[in-house]
């Protein structure tokens, strides 16, 4: 085996473990929840084509655009692309849109870019303080599977994908948001597993 897929295949396990929140045990008190891919709404192979689409698409933003790789985020569920963040114009925003398309496996481009010149290192501080307690919520309640659900949050609007198990479940994970101080917004692109 050549050394190229020696380092390549412990890269891609790494990378899909991370991406993709694999096994994470939470305390919650006396409970503890332990979330597998097993238990997940999606496959494991579903899990893997999404973190591969999201891997060759922040590839190709790097490879075209310095600017769009560090503005744009990117979340992938069952083939569908979320991309949020900022940009300065309409170009990016557009050039982001395209790119996302032209990867193999997309079956939807979900394009929330909003065009901007006032970021600033406080508002990602604060969106990033909202995602990681709305992600928390989530994974500390026990009626839902915190790995069936992206988060990105962008000028306080919290976006979300994902796969909900029934309609309440999707109402309640737009609900948690919804507490998270701060959030002005929940816009949601959840899907229901009968779906």
Request: charged content about 20%; aromatic content about 8%.
């Amino acid at each position: 085996m050549k050394l190229s897929r020696l380092i390549f295949f412990p890269f891609l396990f790494a990378l899909i473990f991370i991406t993709s929140n694999c096994t994470i045990p939470v305390a919650t008190g006396v409970a503890t929840k332990a979330v597998t891919v097993s238990k997940s709404d999606r496959s494991i192979g579903e899990y893997v084509d999404d973190a591969l689409i999201k891997v060759f698409l922040k590839n190709a933003y790097f490879d075209h655009s310095e600017n769009i790789f560090f503005n744009v985020g990117v979340e992938v569920s069952q083939g569908r692309v979320l991309l949020t963040g900022t940009v300065e114009n309409i170009d990016l925003r557009i050039e982001a849109n395209r790119i996302a398309w032209g990867v193999k496996g997309v079956q939807t481009v979900i394009n929330e870019i909003q065009i901007s010149n006032s970021d600033s290192i406080l508002n990602f501080a604060d969106d990033l303080v909202i995602s990681t307690k709305v992600l928390a919520k989530i994974t500390l309640n026990e009626e839902v599977n915190s790995l069936n659900y992206n988060i990105e949050t962008v000028n306080k609007i919290v976006y979300i994908i994902g796969i909900a198990g029934s309609i309440d479940e999707k109402q309640l994970i737009i609900d948690l948001s919804k507490e998270v101080f701060g959030v002005e917004e929940v816009v949601d692109y959840i899907t229901i597993k009968s779906e």
